[in-house]
């Protein structure tokens, strides 16, 4: 087989897993309980991650931002800007790629270890339906968590930002939020959110993929988790471009 015909047949295998991760999802009987504790792994347990990420992203971007608006006698548009940059993009992709090296890895290495040791296998065997339980519920919690991790991202890198604008500025947080919300829009931040629900199915349907589907002993773990790390990474930094597209055809005046 081909290496373009090989493409093609992975990729229509994954588009199908896919496609059934959703039917499957609306389909009763359903996961409540598994659901709620892959939501719990997927999204309170990188919390940490996510604060400490936007943090520091906050106080980069403010060092950067900062030290060039001065050039141009436009430092006071400095939080506008900070809060333009996270909330339309930084903050959703960034979310994103950090949920899919932590979970993403986490979510193949896990599956892949269960059909090594012939666990999923014995699922089967008890009449209880796996994909289900494994693999739509692991879907349905990256695709929940991701849009509440994404706010965190959003509110944790302005605390940063407004950190360091305190720091070398002394300004105010009524200031400080007022000139980084005066030109923003709902459109401006319900749009970019939600999006990443698509980013959360990405993570959840290709990493469940790579996890299920393969069956190598501990080579097919490894092998697993770096598979689902890399395509979900290169998936959401595609499907973004696209995204961004639909939603400047249907909000056309953004705030970038």
């Not at 290169?234 to 953004?254: A, E, N, R, T």
Request: proline share 3%; with cysteine.
């Amino acid at each position: 087989m081909s290496k373009a015909t090989r493409f093609v047949s992975n990729a229509g295998e994954m588009s199908h897993f896919g496609l059934r991760a959703i039917a499957s999802a609306f389909a009763p009987p359903y996961e409540w309980t598994a659901s709620l504790q892959q939501l719990e792994e997927i999204g309170a347990r990188s919390v940490p991650l996510i604060a400490a990420a936007g943090l520091a992203l906050g106080v980069v971007l403010t060092l950067h931002t900062h030290a060039t608006l001065i050039k141009f006698g436009a430092v006071a548009l400095s939080p506008t800007l900070q809060a333009a940059s996270f909330i339309t993009e930084l903050g959703p992709l960034v979310t994103a790629l950090l949920i899919a090296g932590r979970v993403g890895s986490g979510i193949g290495a896990e599956l892949a270890n269960l059909r090594a040791s012939e666990q999923i296998d014995a699922i089967d065997a008890m009449s209880v339906d796996s994909f289900k339980m494994l693999v739509v519920t692991r879907v349905v919690g990256c695709v929940i968590a991701l849009p509440f991790l994404t706010l965190f991202m959003d509110f944790t890198s302005l605390l940063g930002g407004f950190i360091s604008e305190r720091l070398s500025s002394q300004m105010s947080v009524a200031l400080y939020v007022h000139r980084a919300f005066a030109s923003l829009s709902w459109s401006d931040f319900l749009a970019p959110t939600l999006k990443t629900c698509v980013f959360g199915f990405i993570i959840g349907s290709v990493s469940s993929f790579f996890g299920y589907t393969i069956d190598e002993g501990s080579a097919g773990v490894r092998k697993a988790a770096t598979n689902s790390v890399v395509l979900s990474s290169l998936l959401i930094i595609l499907s973004d471009v696209l995204l961004v597209k639909i939603i400047y055809f249907f909000f056309p005046g953004g705030a970038l």
